[in-house]
């Protein structure tokens, strides 16, 4: 259900990591504000905001670094309104490749109209990433590249999809794609069947690190009932 992994940006991200535009990856840091759900504070205030929310930065983190990081320390605000889950959380993580990284979540109404923002830091360079994730007649994702090298470039990309094609609209082209690849293999649903990092076994590590923010925080991890 980690969708943003789908979207074009955070594709387009993950291909400027890998044809080295920022250099040596540093450090990434992930903002997601209540308007990144889509369900919005309806759910968000029931499940807190690492499970509604931080689990796609995680998700987004794995996805652009391809490594599984691990916690290094988390601060949570427990809700007034339901002191079982969280209102804030926020969470420093490392990737075995040295590789720090920073992701906030809140579910605070006062978030609602900002975009999903994060920042990419290598030795030669930025990236800068405004994403609109949920569509509703914001489709206009920004990233802006901006490197150290020679004589300081900055550019400025655009990733513009129809107001009617949210992040949803992605992963459904992505579940299409393996289903199609997987008739063509004929070995449909195996574990080892899946093309790219979205079987069960993916969902499984993201969970892990979800684990391991809740009790770094001093909270209790939901429960496993099977």
Same mark, same amino acid.
């Given at each position: 259900?980690?969708?943003? $992994?789908?979207?074009?940006?955070?594709?387009?991200?993950?291909?400027?990591?890998?044809?080295?535009?920022?250099?040596?990856?540093?450090?990434?840091?992930?903002?997601?504000?209540?308007?990144?759900?889509?369900?919005?504070?309806?759910?968000?205030?029931?499940?807190?905001?690492?499970?509604?929310?931080?689990?796609?930065?995680?998700?987004?983190?794995?996805?652009?670094?391809?490594?599984?990081?691990?916690?290094?320390?988390?601060?949570?605000?427990?809700?007034?309104?339901? *002191?079982?889950?969280?209102?804030?959380?926020?969470?420093?993580?490392?990737? *075995?490749?040295?590789?720090?990284?920073?992701?906030?979540?809140?579910?605070? &109404?006062?978030?609602?109209?900002?975009?999903?923002?994060?920042?990419?830091?290598?030795? &030669?360079?930025?990236?800068?990433?405004?994403?609109?994730?949920?569509?509703?007649?914001?489709?206009? %994702?920004?990233?802006?590249?901006?490197?150290?090298?020679?004589?300081?470039?900055?550019?400025?990309?655009?990733?513009?999809?129809?107001?009617?094609?949210? $992040?949803?609209?992605?992963?459904?082209?992505?579940?299409?794609? &393996?289903?199609? &690849?997987?008739?063509?293999?004929?070995?449909?649903?195996?574990?080892?069947?899946?093309?790219?990092?979205?079987?069960?076994?993916?969902?499984?590590? %993201?969970?892990?690190?979800?684990?391991?923010?809740?009790?770094?925080?001093?909270?209790?991890?939901?429960?496993?009932?099977?």
């Amino acid at each position: 259900g980690t969708h943003p $992994t789908c979207h074009p940006v955070t594709k387009r991200v993950r291909a400027m990591i890998l044809e080295g535009k920022v250099g040596n990856l540093e450090h990434i840091d992930l903002n997601l504000p209540i308007s990144h759900g889509l369900a919005g504070r309806t759910v968000c205030s029931k499940t807190g905001a690492l499970m509604s929310l931080g689990v796609h930065g995680i998700a987004i983190l794995r996805a652009l670094t391809g490594e599984q990081p691990r916690v290094i320390s988390a601060t949570a605000h427990r809700s007034k309104e339901n *002191p079982a889950v969280d209102a804030t959380m926020s969470c420093n993580l490392r990737t *075995p490749s040295g590789a720090a990284a920073h992701i906030g979540c809140s579910i605070s &109404e006062t978030s609602s109209g900002e975009p999903t923002m994060f920042t990419i830091s290598g030795s &030669e360079g930025m990236i800068r990433v405004k994403e609109w994730f949920t569509g509703q007649g914001k489709s206009s %994702n920004e990233i802006a590249l901006e490197q150290f090298a020679e004589c300081g470039e900055r550019s400025v990309e655009r990733v513009d999809n129809p107001v009617n094609r949210d $992040t949803f609209y992605f992963q459904w082209v992505g579940f299409v794609d &393996e289903v199609r &690849e997987q008739e063509r293999r004929q070995d449909m649903g195996l574990p080892w069947s899946y093309m790219r990092r979205t079987g069960p076994g993916d969902a499984v590590l %993201n969970m892990s690190v979800i684990d391991a923010i809740y009790r770094s925080a001093n909270m209790r991890p939901w429960p496993t009932t099977s």
